[in-house]
């Protein structure tokens, strides 16, 4: 199992920009596949970005391309969501995740609470 733990949520005003951070506790950090759900309040949890374990493969939900960028950095063993033009749309708790393939994630974070007010 792969301890995640997300930081860098918070409350901000609507266009402005978060950066989230998820940092795992593994030495094999790189042979995971990583990705970033979010869940908003009354909602099922939903898919945002994800990133192959070489970052050579990148995927985005249709609600985040152009805004959102995931990114990661296997010397820190960290994994980044840089989120822009944020809408109060984007209000949830965002979730971290692992797997060894990208859509098969059995390792999550605790989540950390994104809020966006208009």
């Known amino acids: 199992q792969v301890q995640l733990v997300e930081s860098g949520g918070g409350f901000v005003q609507a266009g402005d920009s978060l950066r989230l951070s998820c940092a795992a506790s593994t030495r094999t950090f790189g042979t995971y596949a990583m990705a970033w759900f979010r869940q908003a309040p009354g909602k099922e949890r939903e898919f945002v970005a994800a990133i192959h374990r070489s970052a050579g493969i990148i995927s985005y939900a249709d609600s985040v391309k152009g805004r959102f960028t995931i990114s990661r950095d296997n010397t820190k063993n960290t994994v980044y969501l840089q989120m822009n033009s944020l809408k109060p749309e984007d209000t949830a708790i965002y979730y971290c995740?692992?797997?060894?393939?990208?859509?098969?994630?059995?390792?999550w974070g605790q989540g950390i609470q994104v809020t966006v007010s208009s």
């Open positions: 995740a692992a797997g060894v393939t990208i859509g098969t994630y059995n390792n």
